[in-house]
């Protein structure tokens, strides 16, 4: 949504209003990804709630959340590994994806254009970008039906993103964009799947009453504390490696660090325990 946001305010901008007194269209795309808000705003109250957590809830047998729960002997386990793996998820977004429209404008057949097609191409990339995010989540769904090890699952995805990262920010697609757009894509539906996979996951291996606690706690220190370093990462080692020019170097610093968190996420993988066929309740 916010590439085709951008896409449709660098073209039809000029077209409208002027905001502040001039036409940008980051200024339109911030409105048009408002867009898809107003209806979520208007759905959620209506989202019934879990019956199981409701029932309890209503009878008063609902536990209450303690937070050291999570890192007691039963859960620390899961806690501590599950949190860390979800920071390396999340860390090939902050590593990556988000660098590629850093990346696009250097690339040949790009770099001769001028800004605003530039620009273009970016959001035409993004979108590749945001396929690819769907389509991933959609194959996930389809292998939690067909395979029943979560591990083997994650470690799939896992491997599989060791060959596509690195072939495609050092490999061919590199010198065309039209290559590169379907690459990304690829890429994006690696990434896509294992966020989809730790929304399986993580409520699976809670009791009740804590799995909303745990999921956030993953979510949050993993996803939001943790991952970003990986953008920090990536912009550093730039500035230390080698390269032909900004974008080459830039390129392989986003490769090696997805691929230093795909292999960390992969030994960690042999830590995580199997969630249990049935969610648990207490």
Not at 22 to 30: E, I, K
Not at 202 to 220: E, I, K, M, Y
Not at 243 to 259: D, I, K
């Amino acid at each position: 949504m916010s590439a085709g946001a951008y896409l449709l305010a660098l073209h039809f901008a000029d077209q409208l209003p002027l905001i502040q007194g001039g036409q940008s269209p980051w200024r339109y795309t911030l409105l048009f990804g408002v867009l898809p808000a107003i209806p979520l705003m208007i759905l959620r109250p209506f989202l019934p709630e879990s019956p199981l957590w409701a029932e309890r809830r209503a009878a008063g047998t609902l536990r209450r959340p303690r937070f050291r729960e999570l890192f007691e002997p039963r859960l620390r386990r899961v806690t501590i590994v599950s949190t860390l793996l979800v920071a390396c998820a999340y860390a090939l977004a902050f590593g990556m994806l988000q660098h590629i429209p850093r990346v696009v404008p250097g690339l040949h057949g790009v770099v001769e254009l001028t800004r605003k097609a530039q620009e273009q191409w970016v959001s035409y990339v993004h979108i590749h970008v945001d396929v690819g995010a769907i389509i991933g989540r959609l194959l996930f769904v389809f292998l939690a039906i067909y395979l029943v090890s979560r591990r083997r699952m994650l470690q799939a995805f896992l491997v599989s993103g060791l060959v596509v990262f690195p072939f495609v920010f050092l490999g061919p697609p590199m010198n065309d964009i039209d290559i590169f757009k379907y690459a990304v894509m690829f890429a994006s539906i690696l990434v896509s799947a294992q966020y989809s996979f730790w929304g399986n996951y993580l409520p699976r291996v809670f009791p009740l009453h804590l799995r909303g606690t745990g999921a956030v706690f993953g979510a949050s220190v993993g996803g939001r504390i943790i991952a970003p370093l990986a953008a920090l990462a990536t912009t550093q080692l730039s500035n230390l490696l080698p390269g032909a020019t900004p974008t080459a170097t830039l390129a392989t610093s986003m490769a090696l660090v997805v691929v230093t968190f795909t292999l960390l996420a992969l030994f960690l993988s042999t830590r995580l325990p199997e969630p249990a066929p049935e969610l648990p309740e207490d």
